[in-house]
């Protein structure tokens, strides 16, 4: 029933059949990970994780031999090296990434246009109008696989299935450099088995509530009464029973990549002076505007985020009055949005972040890169306005050229030699 396994293929029955499982699933392995090895060969099949050093950093990816010591995704970085003390940490480097995620992305949209891409390194496909040009869809997937490894040198896993749900599950279940594949007639038979958390929606108090009512598996659940089911969890009940009888009507939506570029920082020790809090923003700011042309991309809103100590999390946004790529600009607006977050409700900050929303490409240079200075009623400008683009563009080339170089407002070298003179 399902091929899974870096060596195992579809079998020759299913390679021929012409049934309707056609919406594929594709899962990066251990992504960001992955993407470091490339650089990094001789830390393969070492227990090693993607992260900040920070003690209150997270894990952004684990290898598979780090998970052999229950570190996972998400994790405290503190909480992972107390399980394994000589984990590997390697700090994240987002252009890697970006550039992997869109080599993948250009195989996929080579074998169809439906393409609904969820993450940097996850997508679904429907592959039912390539079919006819490409083959079964268990074939179309070893081929995606071949390619994705081919153009990358990544592994990748992929659920064959007849709709979204099933395939994203046997994914799942699939990893590592896995192959899953269930035909159509087959879904409910394959699924009743499995434990009942598979299913989507199905987390951890849901999960307590259903085994106190001697619901399992996929099987206990999908024999229920959806009214019933209705009657006692609301609308998720009658929800999780279609979705364990292999019941899923989603389509798969072509969509963009990405709406918006987001940066942040977790600080070492609770921030409280406000000051300190804007050379970060500064900071935050050009790093999210240099990450937003590197993508070649405009914002057209802006958002600042801050952590409390509590671990609450407020956020404020704005729209922002045109097209904007330029850590000068971005800052200047988000400035005053720190500022109203702070003033409604003072705490320590432990984390900061911005992001650049509404990214697209720019539009024709009729609408320029936003002034920092007041406009008459005239239109003219009060104060001479620098060239922004051109400034952005020496600090991307010089950037380029020397990536160690400290490219960064002239307050914000200061602050770190003042630092650094104070350490030592």
């Not at 949005?337 to 539009?363: F, I, N, Q, Y």
């Not at 602050?415 to 030592?424: A, G, V």
């Amino acid at each position: 029933m399902v091929a899974a396994g870096p060596t195992s293929t579809p079998r020759p029955s299913w390679a021929d059949a012409s049934w309707d499982s056609t919406v594929l699933h594709l899962d990066m392995d251990a992504f960001f990970l992955s993407v470091e090895l490339l650089d990094r060969p001789e830390l393969r099949g070492v227990p090693a994780v993607v992260g900040g050093r920070s003690g209150r950093s997270v894990v952004t990816s684990a290898s598979y031999e780090a998970r052999k010591f229950g570190i996972q995704s998400a994790m405290p970085m503190a909480h992972a090296l107390a399980l394994y003390p000589q984990l590997v940490v390697i700090e994240p480097s987002r252009e890697k990434y970006t550039r992997a995620s869109r080599q993948v992305m250009d195989v996929l949209h080579e074998v169809t246009p439906t393409v609904e891409q969820l993450s940097i390194d996850e997508a679904f496909l429907d592959v039912s109008g390539s079919r006819r040009r490409l083959g079964t869809p268990a074939q179309i997937a070893r081929m995606i696989k071949d390619r994705v490894r081919e153009t990358t040198g990544l592994t990748s896993t992929v659920g064959v299935a007849a709709n979204k749900s099933v395939a994203k599950i046997l994914s799942d279940r699939s990893k590592p450099d896995g192959l899953g594949v269930v035909p159509a007639e087959q879904t409910r038979e394959y699924l009743a088995p499995l434990p009942v958390n598979v299913i989507w929606g199905v987390g951890p108090k849901l999960l307590q509530r259903l085994k106190n009512a001697d619901i399992h598996t996929v099987g206990d659940l999908a024999a229920r009464d959806p009214e019933r089911m209705h009657r006692w969890l609301g609308a998720v009940g009658s929800q999780i029973v279609a979705l364990a009888r292999g019941e899923d009507n989603r389509s798969v939506e072509p969509r963009q990549e990405a709406k918006s570029v987001s940066v942040e920082h977790t600080f070492e020790y609770d921030v409280t002076n406000p000051t300190e809090l804007e050379r970060y923003l500064l900071d935050l700011s050009y790093e999210c505007a240099r990450r937003v042309r590197n993508d070649g991309l405009v914002a057209r809103g802006l958002s600042v985020k801050v952590k409390d100590v509590d671990f609450t999390t407020r956020t404020k946004s704005m729209s922002l009055p045109g097209q904007a790529s330029s850590g000068a600009v971005f800052f200047h607006h988000a400035r005053p949005l720190l500022h109203e977050l702070m003033s409604k409700r003072w705490h320590p900050v432990r984390l900061l972040g911005v992001r650049g929303d509404r990214v697209a490409e720019p539009t024709e240079q009729v609408e320029t890169q936003l002034s920092l200075f007041e406009v008459d009623e005239t239109g003219a400008d009060t104060d001479t306005e620098p060239n922004w683009d051109s400034t952005d563009q020496i600090l991307d080339d010089v950037a380029k050229k020397f990536p160690g170089a400290a490219i960064k407002p002239a307050s914000l070298l200061r602050h770190e030699r003042t630092q650094r003179m104070s350490d030592s």
